[in-house]
């Protein structure tokens, strides 16, 4: 491929290698200023959505006034119809490549240098265009002729702009789009409504990664990793390398499985991350501006628990969440079967027959009351004793009896006591004077 003339630029030797594309140092022909060309793959290159992706990062690096984003200086179609893109020639290394050799970094670094990337993202952002692809490869060390280095942010191929050319479409909108470890979950539900917010998960992501050596989200291969990013919750950073709790505050509040319940811009981050930060990345995030409409609040981080205890926007949450809710859900029907059976032996009590009321036998007044009590010649006979719940009886020695009514049973069988006590009360009835 070396000494290929690449619109006006003859490619020298490749600089390095993506999943789409090929970048190479390049020389202007005329004017032998120095150049990175990055094309598209062959094999790829016939494909209309990859052509349409290479001329989204165009646009939007054209677009951005940022110097941490890589200048776009042309774009164009080669002979055999493989896109391609002209951008600045970089000196340095991807963080990807620092992580590696280092391992890790120090919290105040690792902080300043997400305070760096909020820079270009917070005028993308305020353009609508979400990069959707954040990663350590995509965030790159520029070194400049007097030893001042800068975080240039790569790769907007797979960038969506959620105001700008929104009739346009590049990819299926159920497709997930972007690294697997990276990937907030609102991408893995409906990548459609992905905004903003999915670069804070990123750089939350990142920073985590940047402190600890390692990423939040790991596990074996790509499926482990989304399985993971759905359904855990996130690690502390204090609890796995020790950071300062105010930072692992912040970050966790980055890596909120509700959106709602993040930083909602980056300029937010980037005023949390500040006390964290060297004094440069101290005065980037005071003039970093924020999206048009967005106002200029701060948000305090979260609790140190509050991650773990939000629920997810409108779809699944953590595991451990999930097995709360299964144990709510089995009280809950517990509860409900004991209030109906409640009610159930309770309409039954009220449905059952009454007991008959017994009435103890009344000992015979004294001579001197029966004399009193005796009737005139001209009063009528006292008529016979009765229950107060049974109604009278023709006959004064006669037990009145219940009347069963609809749906109720008959009344039980008397005992021999009751018996007894009925034959003693009509002997003292006869024994009374008329």
Known sequence: MSGR??????LLHELGRGGMGVVYEAEHEALGERAAVKL?????????????????EARAGASLTSARVARVLDAGVTDDGAPYLVMERL????????????????????????????????????????????????????SS?????????????????????AAETLTDPSAVVGSPRYLAPEQLRDPSRVDARADVWALGVILFELVAGKPPFGGEGAVAALAAIAADAAPRLDVVAGAPTALADVVARCLDKDRGARWQSVVELARALAPHADEAAVALAASIAPPAGAGDSTCDPAPPRAAAERTVDGVASSRSSARRDRRSLAGAALTLAALAGLAALTARALDAPSPPQEHAPSAPPPPAERASAAPSSSSPPPAPESSAS??????PAARPTVTPTQGRPLEPPVSEA???????????RARRPY
């Open 5 to 10: 003339l690449v619109g006006r630029y003859r």
């Open 390 to 395: 049974s109604p009278p009886s023709a006959s």
């Open 145 to 165: 002729t007097g030893g001042v280095s800068r975080l240039v942010v790569l790769d907007f191929g797979v960038a969506t702009a959620a105001l700008a050319d």
């Open 91 to 142: 000196r340095g290394e991807p963080l990807s490549a620092r992580l590696a050799r280092d391992g890790r970094l120090s919290p105040r670094e690792a902080a300043s240098l997400v305070i760096e990337a909020c820079e270009p993202l917070a005028e993308a952002h305020a353009r609508g265009v979400v990069h959707r692809d954040l990663k350590p490869s995509n965030l790159f060390l520029a």
């Open 418 to 428: 009751v018996k007894r006590r009925r034959q003693q009360e009509k002997e003292l």
């Open 40 to 56: 598209v793959r062959p094999e790829l290159a016939g494909r209309p959505d990859v052509a349409a992706r290479m001329l989204r």
